[in-house]
């Protein structure tokens, strides 16, 4: 009864928006938009059978083009791709023991998840954290596969973790683990540049990406050319990109730029467009809630509050994102005792009234508890599967402007693709054509200073100092930060369209799963399945 009430009532709300073809979700998710605290993979399922009930007659539609199929051998092929799609390729699992230097041994349980291979390599994150567990994986596998489509990145999705507590082992521990964690994805065929490529995630950085590249070179790999492009997010000198420590960050704050500069987006959630006088409150101050921070407040945002695990800040002035980064850093991952910050308890900084919410902490932090009580205007998920489904359609009722995570945390695995190919080229972007760049504007400015000259004005032509910048430093991490703004800008447009297509309002999660739905059902289409 209970269940049945609540499908009612999620149904008013505009949640459940069966198509007029009936499909149904299936029977063990339809308790999860009424359940508290579901699992993670579940919750990642549902939320994509919920786009399939918007999406399904369009893609009954599209096959419309293959005239020789009838209508049910049509909808058998559509009801084929979808199953496969929605379902999880792989995953591996193994144990494997470690000698403490106490002496003690213990069992590491590690994981890898390969969730789709409609593309290959899969690509997605490494995670080091006592709680991951199998499930976690699958969800933030499938998660990637959502998020790498959605994205227009021609990528399976993947993730890996190993359910350890970094902070309770030393380097040399941490290395070994790594070192044999590649050794046994290796042996089972589940790294390689052209198999599954995996990347930093949480407590895990350009460091263990050495590691891991080294040891994939120095076994499997050491006869392959492109080796290096086994992994990515690794430091500069060993084949990584400029850009790619805050890519992520600066991924969530190009989404919030892009829909804060549309007028007919604002106007759906009564926010002036634009980001003057506008608000902020972080909760996760790492590595993508830190950057965010920056670049708003680098575009006039003022940053209220910063909630972190050890601490959570509060300041009615403004915190300075920068400095809080910077003193992070110098303080062991700490934000405690920041000069002119008052600590006050989480609620008091995650219910208060701003414009902007970046949660870039860890999945299911807002409950439908939580949802009810914050008081913002627009809400840029930078973790991953941070909503409920249960809170997701009070955020909608309520009139606040989701920016999902497989859209807004997107920036990573985009200029992770670009230290892939950058890894496959064998040379870094722009070395090969500066000089190019700088001597053919220079040769265009002596040109037009020359017509003038010609028609008897007398005009010197220089370039205005930005130009200048642009055609002397046309850097590395200039031609990556280009790159991501096109990219970006290109899926959020997507999205946007998705959603006006479907009349979907401010349920811009529903949008991007259909963006990456659709995308993987024509690559599916056009390639054949093996059912």
Not at 93 to 119: D, I, M, T, W
Request: hydrophobic share 40%; glycine share 8%.
């Amino acid at each position: 009864m209970l269940l049945n009430a609540c499908k009612k009532a999620f149904r008013a709300g505009g949640v459940f928006r069966m198509s007029v073809r009936g499909y149904e979700i299936p029977e063990y998710l339809q308790s999860i938009p009424c359940d508290d605290n579901p699992s993670f993979y579940r919750m990642v399922e549902y939320f994509y059978h919920h786009a399939v009930t918007v999406c399904e007659p369009a893609l009954e539609d599209y096959l419309k083009r293959h005239t020789h199929l009838s209508d049910r051998k049509r909808k058998q092929r559509v009801a084929g791709i979808l199953r496969v799609m929605g379902s999880c390729n792989s995953t591996l699992q193994f144990e494997f023991p470690l000698q403490r230097k106490n002496g003690e041994y213990e069992v590491v349980r590690a994981y890898r998840s390969q969730h789709s291979v409609h593309r290959l390599p899969c690509k997605g994150g490494i995670r080091y954290a006592p709680g991951v567990d199998i499930e976690e994986v699958k969800a933030l596998a499938a998660l990637m596969t959502y998020k790498n489509a959605c994205s227009n990145i021609p990528f399976g999705g993947a993730k890996g973790g190993v359910a350890i507590d970094p902070k309770q082992y030393s380097v040399a521990e941490l290395q070994r683990i790594t070192r044999r964690y590649t050794l046994e994805l290796a042996k089972k065929n589940y790294i390689g540049a052209g198999i599954d490529v995996p990347a930093p995630d949480v407590n895990t950085s350009g460091r263990e990406m050495s590691w891991i590249v080294d040891t994939y070179i120095k076994t499997l790999g050491f006869n392959d050319l492109n080796a290096a492009a086994c992994v990515t997010g690794k430091p500069i000198n060993g084949g990584g990109v400029h850009g790619r420590v805050e890519a992520t960050g600066r991924g969530v704050f190009i989404a919030i730029d892009i829909f804060i500069h549309d007028p007919q987006w604002m106007k759906l959630i009564n926010l002036e467009p634009g980001f003057k006088n506008k608000t902020c409150v972080i909760e996760g101050f790492g590595n993508v809630g830190s950057y965010a921070g920056v670049y708003l407040q680098e575009r006039g945002v003022k940053i209220l509050g910063v909630v972190e695990y050890d601490c959570t800040l509060k300041n009615p002035d403004g915190i300075n994102a920068k400095d809080l980064l910077d003193y992070k850093a110098k303080n062991k991952g700490s934000v405690k005792g920041f000069p002119g910050a008052r600590e006050v308890g989480k609620d008091d900084v995650m219910y208060e009234q701003v414009d902007i919410l970046v949660v870039a902490a860890v999945e299911k932090t807002i409950t439908p508890a939580v949802a009810a009580k914050l008081n913002c205007k627009i809400i840029a998920e930078g973790a991953n599967g941070p909503t409920l489904p249960s809170a997701d359609v009070v955020l909608q009722q309520r009139g606040i402007l989701v920016l999902p995570d497989l859209l807004a945390n997107a920036g990573g695995v985009t200029v992770s693709y670009f230290e892939f190919l950058k890894n496959l080229n064998h040379v870094s972007f722009g070395k090969l054509n500066i000089k190019f760049w700088r001597d053919t504007n220079v040769a265009l400015l002596d040109s037009v200073e020359r017509s003038l000259k010609e028609a008897k004005i007398d005009a010197k032509i220089g370039p205005t100092p930005f130009f200048a910048d642009m055609m002397s430093e046309a850097s590395e991490l200039n031609i990556v930060t280009a790159g991501l703004e096109f990219s970006m800008g290109n899926a959020c447009r997507n999205v946007m369209r998705s959603a006006q297509t479907h009349s979907l309002g401010l349920d811009l999660r529903t949008a991007a799963y259909i963006t990456a739905i659709e995308k993987i059902f024509v690559t599916y289409d056009e390639h054949g399945l093996a059912l």
